[in-house]
Structures are given as C-alpha cells and as structure tokens.
C-alpha cells in the first residue's frame, strides 16, 4: 500500500513502516486543520471520509469526499489534504508484484470540539466572542441603526450613477469605549467614498455604547453595523426601489430554500441576482445554496464574483477545491 513520507529511513519491516506513515499522515493532518467556526458554533463533531488516489510519482488526485458531517467539516478537510501536492508532500506510491501502480486510499479525519477560549484573535486584537453581557447601543439595534443612518452623508460624485447598495462596517469596541473599524464589507463596491462615509457614520456612535462583560470585567468585542446608501435625487427612484426589491427576494429565496423549496429559492435568489449581477451579497448566498446542492460549476461562478469584493479567507480556501 501507500505510504505517507517521513519513515522510508527506516530500517525495519514494512508493517512498521506503515504504522509509523500513518502517524506522520494524522499528525499533518492535525497540525493543519481549522475547525471551522460553523461547525463550532454549531457543535458539529464527527468524521469526514475522503478518498483520493495516490498516483505512480506519489502526488494524489481525484480527491472527493465519502461522507461529510456539515458546518465546513469537508471543504476544511479537502483544503488540507488538497494541500499536500502544493507543500512538496510526495507519497511512497504502491506497489503490485514489483511495479509501481495508481491506489485508492480512503482516509477518514475526526473533528473533535475542545472546550475554545471565550475569545478569538482578529489580526493582533483580542475579540472576546463569549460573554455574560452583550455589547449594547443606547436604545438598542434599531437605535443604532437609525442613529448610523441619520449620520450618514450620501457622496455627492455617486448622484449622477444613481450609486445604490449597502455594506457592514465591523467595529470593534474596546473595555474604554474606544473604537476600531475592523473591516467594510462593501456588497455592490460603491468605492472609497462611500467607504469612507460608512466608517465615519459608524465611528460616530463613540461613547454610546455600554461594552460586553465576561466573569465580571468588561471585554472587547464586535459589532456588524448594515449601511444603507440610496440617493434622495428623483431620478434616482426607480433604482432605489429595484435595490429593495432584490432584498426582498434575496430574503425570500434563502428562506424557502432552508425550508426545503429548492427550486423556489432559486427562483427567487436568480432573480435577485438578476436585478444586481455585481452584488456580493446576492452571489454568495446564492453560491452557498449551488455549493449545499454540490452545484460546483454554478457556486464557483457566483463564489468568484462576490471574492472581488469580500475579504474573508473562506472563500481563500474554497474557490481552489470547487473551481476545477
């Protein structure tokens, strides 16, 4: 059979040498998987199975997945095995009556929630995602939503494109109260004004906020701030109301999609997709729902679309093992 590299030096009979390849193999596998923070919101334990083949020259290929347990268990899986051809990992091929031959290997990997610390780090910031108390806005989400709103300054250079679209502005608030924008999810890429608008409404919430706690002491932690930029001009009306309505269906679809009306929700998330092709918002949840309906052709399409805009390294991960 295959083995996996690390033990060849060994002087010692095969079967040894195979149970030596098989630590080597899981303590790779271990050392680089990343419980995927779905399945660890969500509690998800289990094994992933996958199976590939190792070829004459000890790369792999036809890497697929037998069985998958959710929450991005089997994309984690896949990324990681998928890596092993990119790091220089190179198997020892198997063998049949003295010839070097293609093998199927099947390889299960068990994913095993430890008890996480209430935090996690955002570049070199501590963000504590576990607490007594939640961070909270004077008067609450609409409050807030209706205070970041009224502060809001539309750009003028957007006025005669009719600019519409929305964004979420990730702030970070420190024990103090201070504040620190920690990214800007810009859906339809209205550009670095609008972006600019966003963070300064979002910032000009500083000392409304009464900062999450954790065994008693304050802790800082974050808080996704949606941005609604739509021009007052009349010529602008017919575009704001069609951003609406793409909402609304974008809605609709996921909802009857999570209720088992595949074909209703895709209906409804196209349509949506439809009225703002370059929406990123629109194409990753459609992409999500042609990527849980194993649709890789039509979720790569929609996945690369909404990368231009989205900075967040899942889809880093994902687009190489769906988009063959």
């Known amino acids: 059979m295959p083995r996996f590299p690390g033990c060849e030096q060994l002087d010692t009979i095969v079967q040894v040498k195979q149970q030596c390849a098989q630590a080597s193999l899981l303590k790779f596998i271990y050392d680089n998987v990343r419980y995927p923070e779905t399945a660890r919101l969500e509690g998800i334990e289990g094994t992933v199975v996958l199976r590939f083949v190792v070829e004459t020259d000890g790369l792999i290929s036809h890497l697929e997945v037998l069985k998958d347990i959710g929450g991005g268990c089997a994309a984690e899986a896949l990324r990681v095995v ?3 051809n990119e790091v220089g990992v190179r198997w020892t091929p198997g063998k049949k009556e003295g010839k070097t ?4 290997q099947v390889l299960p990997i068990r994913f095993k ?6 935090y996690t780090m955002v570049e070199r910031d501590t963000v504590y995602t576990v607490f007594e108390d939640t961070l909270s806005f004077e008067g609450g989400h609409e409050a807030l939503l209706a205070f970041v709103q009224e502060k809001l300054i539309y750009p003028p250079a957007g006025i ?6 929305d964004m979420v502005v990730e702030l970070l608030v420190q024990p103090g109260g201070r504040l620190k924008v920690v990214n800007v999810s810009d859906y339809n890429n209205l550009g670095f004004d609008f972006q600019f608008e966003a963070i300064r409404a979002s910032t000009s919430t500083l000392g409304k906020w009464t900062p999450a706690k954790y065994q008693g002491r304050s802790v800082p932690t974050m808080y996704d701030i949606p941005v609604l930029f739509e021009p007052k001009d009349a010529r602008c009306a017919e575009k704001v109301k069609s951003f609406a309505r793409a909402g609304q269906l974008a809605e609709e679809g996921i909802a009857l999609f999570n209720e088992g009306k595949k074909e209703e929700g895709f209906a409804k998330l196209s349509e949506a997709v439809g009225l703002f092709p370059e929406n990123a918002n629109f194409r990753y949840l459609r992409g999500q729902a042609y990527l849980n309906e194993k649709q890789m052709e039509a979720a790569c399409e929609d996945l690369k ?6 900075t967040t390294s899942f889809l880093d991960d994902l687009l190489p093992l769906i988009c063959k």
């Open 305 to 310: 679309i909404a990368k231009r805009v989205l």
């Open 160 to 165: 005669d494109s009719c600019k519409v679209g």
């Open 82 to 84: 998928g890596a092993m």
């Open 101 to 104: 031959v293609r093998v199927h």
């Open 113 to 118: 929630l430890q008890e996480p610390p209430p």
